[in-house]
């Protein structure tokens, strides 16, 4: 198992932190442990089937800032983003200032021109998506209350003083 699942690290084929769970409950082969959760199992990609179809889009992973040190991005993307994969296109959801980055990663790998405005109908489609899923995740959507993360050590903010993410 460990030696397959190498191998799609190595692979193109691009998955998500959130199909590590249904992957592991798939090969355990107790369902049960993936009840709730949102990935799929990678096992077909493992044993050298199909991956995921390529019109289908996968959420490739959520920044949430909560303690509100990252500050490059805040004044353009705000404290909460969602990242969707979509064939050979990257968006980039930006929740709190409501705006979509999209980058085509065949011919911008480094992801430096947005084209939203060359690709109108699957912006919308992606940030409907993001949006979707976001309200699923949403803990207060839900009624229940925001979990406090825990306060940072001395050393901790003096790590992050050093990098630039705290004044």
């Known amino acids: 198992m460990i030696r397959s699942v190498c191998s799609i690290i190595s692979s193109t084929t ?3 932190l959130v199909d590590i769970v249904p992957t592991l409950a798939d090969y355990l082969d107790e369902p049960s442990i993936a009840a709730d959760a949102r990935g799929r199992s990678l096992i077909p990609l493992i044993e050298g089937g199909a ?5 289908e889009f996968f959420i490739a992973g959520m920044r949430h800032n909560l303690m509100k040190y ?3 991005w805040k004044e353009s993307r705000g404290d909460i983003n969602i990242a969707l994969r979509h064939g050979r296109f990257k968006a980039i959801w930006n929740v709190e200032p409501d705006t979509l980055e999209l980058y085509d990663l065949q011919a ?3 992801e430096q021109t947005n084209v939203v405005e060359q690709h109108p109908e699957l912006a919308a489609q992606l940030r409907a ?6 309200e699923q995740c949403e803990p ?5 209350p925001r979990r406090t993360p825990d306060p940072m050590s001395a050393e901790e903010l003096e ?3 050093a990098l630039g993410y705290v004044d």
Do not use: K
Not at 129 to 134: G, V
Not at 140 to 144: H, L, M, P
């Open 140 to 144: 207060v959507a839900a009624g229940e």
């Open 129 to 134: 998506a993001a949006q979707r899923w976001y």
């Open 108 to 110: 911008d790998p480094g």
């Open 159 to 161: 790590r992050l003083r």
């Open 70 to 72: 990252y500050r490059p």
């Open 51 to 55: 991956a995921a179809d390529p019109d």
């Open 14 to 16: 691009p998955v998500s």
